[in-house]
């Protein structure tokens, strides 16, 4: 037996309806043509926005070991001392690790963007604090962002207009940040070493207190030369040698006190040439070409946030979607 299958009046008909597409092209690139032309004015509008990025990453620089040898000659004047502060120690990872941490702070980058057109605008007529206001509210401009699956490396994200002026931002704020690292490093190495100096003088000042002494008693005996041959040393169980860090002995006007006068004499005339020496060896290195951190400001990437081709790619979609809209609903309303 043969079925017939109701046919109702409102099915598409494909056909009928891309013939009035068709018919209609006209009309529908028009509209697409429109839209085109409304997103180019939109994204000229738009402000042009720009994304700097900078790899910053630790040094292998051999300035490290420059600066762990001087901590070492620093150290070399009192081995033994046991106040003093704990053993300096330099790498690479530790710099980087100061030089992010003094960048999170933000100040340099705030003292540099402050001295941009943009913001001297902004800020000339506010007062101080709320200049200070205003410049925290930009520091997510800037994103320190550590680089995954790689160690010790941080990517510096800048956003902003002006591509020329946001690599002078990058670059003067991380040359500003790494100058307070290296004046921290070198206030660390000098207060070291006049804790050494304050440590040698409070020891020397011992020993002329005690040679003082000894001198006295060695005048008082009448010991002008040494009498350590004729003392019997092995029954009186004495020490003729004066320990720096902490002096005990209780024989040493025995060596006469014409030889302890001279130590005395000596003393008193050191002048402290190793001292010298190490300062000086701070000093040019204080004034030598350092860098603790590997950043290149001529490597920044840019990349424009504003995506031009995005937006006329959908206003050419959105055009032809309000064509074909139209198109069929002035259709429909036809008598």
């Known amino acids: 037996m043969k079925k017939n299958f109701p046919v109702y009046d409102y099915e598409i008909d494909l056909i009928a309806l891309l013939k009035i597409l068709w018919d209609n092209k006209i009309k529908i ?4 043509i ?20 900078l790899n910053v990453s630790k040094s292998d620089s051999s300035k490290f070991i420059k600066l762990n040898y001087l901590i070492k000659l620093i150290k070399s004047n009192q081995p033994n001392q046991p106040n003093q502060p704990n053993q300096l120690v330099f790498s690479n990872k530790i710099i980087i690790d100061r030089f992010i941490n003094e960048l999170k702070d933000y100040e340099e980058f705030l003292f540099n963007l402050k001295d941009t057109k943009k913001f001297k605008e902004i800020l000339k007529n506010l007062s101080i604090e709320d200049q200070e206001k205003v410049l925290f509210k930009h520091v997510k401009l800037l994103e320190i962002v550590k680089a995954k699956k790689k160690e010790d490396i941080y990517i510096l994200n800048l956003n902003w207009q ?17 100058n307070n690292v290296i004046k921290s490093i070198f206030e660390q190495l000098e207060q ?40 019997n040393l092995y ?18 006007y025995l060596r006469g006190y014409r030889a302890i006068d001279r130590e005395i004499e000596l003393i008193q005339n050191r002048d402290y040439q190793n001292l010298k020496f190490i300062e000086q060896e701070i000093n040019e290195f204080k004034n030598s070409d350092i860098k603790f951190v590997d950043y290149n400001a001529y490597l920044i990437e840019t990349k424009s946030l504003k995506n031009t081709k995005l937006i006329l790619i959908i206003s050419i979609i959105l055009g032809l979607i309000i064509g074909v809209f139209y198109v069929l609903i002035s259709n429909a309303f036809k008598p």
């Not at 690139?29 to 697409?32: E, V």
């Not at 429109?34 to 990025?53: C, D, E, M, V, W």
């Not at 304050?198 to 002329?208: A, G, P, T, V, Y």
């Open 162 to 178: 002006d591509s020329d002026e946001s690599k002078k931002i990058i670059q003067d704020t991380l040359n500003l940040v790494m």
């Open 29 to 32: 690139i028009l509209i697409t």
């Open 235 to 252: 029954q009186s169980n004495l020490s003729l040698n004066i320990n720096s860090n902490d002096i005990t002995d209780t024989a040493y």
């Open 34 to 53: 429109i839209s085109f032309l409304i997103g180019l004015g939109y994204s000229y509008k738009l402000p042009n926005n720009y994304l700097h990025s």
């Open 192 to 231: 070291t070493l006049e804790f050494e100096k304050k440590m040698i003088s409070q020891n020397d000042r011992k020993k002329l207190d005690y040679l003082s002494e000894q001198s006295s008693i060695a005048k008082e005996l009448d010991i002008s030369d040494n009498q350590v041959d004729n003392a």
